[in-house]
């Protein structure tokens, strides 16, 4: 069964729209229910929404330090899920978090809170393929589309299984480390995502080095979209707050129109 999540990117790509998915930091600042709602005014598809851990393994410094600004504010998952229960922006929203948090709350919990909460869809980062059944049929039943990565490095026979797991969209990594603002698109994140728009009709967004307007625009021209992280946590750590944000966005969203 296909998701709003999913729904909602197939329904961009017939109308020949390429996605922007701007990632922000549950918990950082007063402001960051503002903040997803200008990114969605500003062109956002969709929203992923950061539930603060204490060891972020995939992400970088700039969502590190985001998270522990966060964290030290008294950010817990149930606090970014309540709130998110008031936000009604007319997208899709996912949550990225690892698999600690959701184990810790009970995966039929985190689940159910979820989608209680308007959340479509979960991002566990650090849970592989083949550990994931638990989690997956959990959320399967409750209504939360699993978004599962892929690493440039994977195999072919690895991709077509990740790419069978998957709800919501393949989230093609777009290069090898963790999360961070990068002067160039790595090549890697054009082969990535060729590979899996060749075996799978699920909308592919590439994530991990997107860092600016051109760079979206480029990798866009063989993925349905991007995932954009860093570079938006930047501008509100830099406080430029929901105003940045929605510049931004809308950049974005303007070279990926253009």
Not at 2 to 30: C, Q
Not at 143 to 154: D, F, H, Q, S, Y
Not at 162 to 168: D, E, L, S, T
Not at 215 to 240: I, K
Request: aromatic share 4%; charged share 20%.
């Amino acid at each position: 069964m296909i998701g709003a999540f999913e729904t909602a990117l197939r329904s961009a790509r017939s109308a020949d729209r390429k996605v922007v998915v701007p990632y922000i930091t549950g918990g950082l600042g007063d402001d960051w229910l503002d903040a997803v709602r200008a990114a969605v005014d500003a062109g956002a598809d969709a929203v992923e929404i950061g539930i603060p851990f204490s060891d972020p393994v995939m992400d970088g410094p700039t969502i590190q330090a985001a998270s522990d600004l966060a964290l030290r504010a008294g950010t817990t998952p149930v606090s970014v899920f309540a709130q998110l229960r008031h936000v009604d922006v007319g997208v899709p929203l996912a949550v990225m978090t690892y698999y600690n948090i959701a184990h810790h709350m009970g995966l039929e919990r985190f689940a159910s809170t979820a989608v209680d909460s308007g959340v479509a869809g979960a991002i566990l980062p650090d849970v592989p393929l083949e550990e994931s059944e638990p989690w997956c049929d959990v959320a399967d039943r409750v209504g939360v589309e699993t978004i599962m990565l892929a690493a440039p490095t994977a195999d072919d026979d690895r991709l077509a299984r990740i790419v069978a797991r998957a709800r919501g969209f393949v989230y093609a990594v777009g290069l090898l480390g963790v999360t961070g603002v990068r002067d160039h698109l790595a090549a890697s994140s054009l082969e990535i995502a060729g590979r899996l728009k060749a075996i799978t009709d699920k909308p592919v967004l590439v994530g991990v080095g997107v860092s600016t307007p051109l760079q979206a625009a480029e990798v866009s021209t063989v993925a349905d979209g991007v995932v954009v992280g860093s570079a938006v946590v930047q501008r509100l750590l830099d406080g430029e707050g929901p105003t940045g944000v929605g510049e931004f966005i809308g950049a974005v969203r303007a070279a990926l129109d253009a």
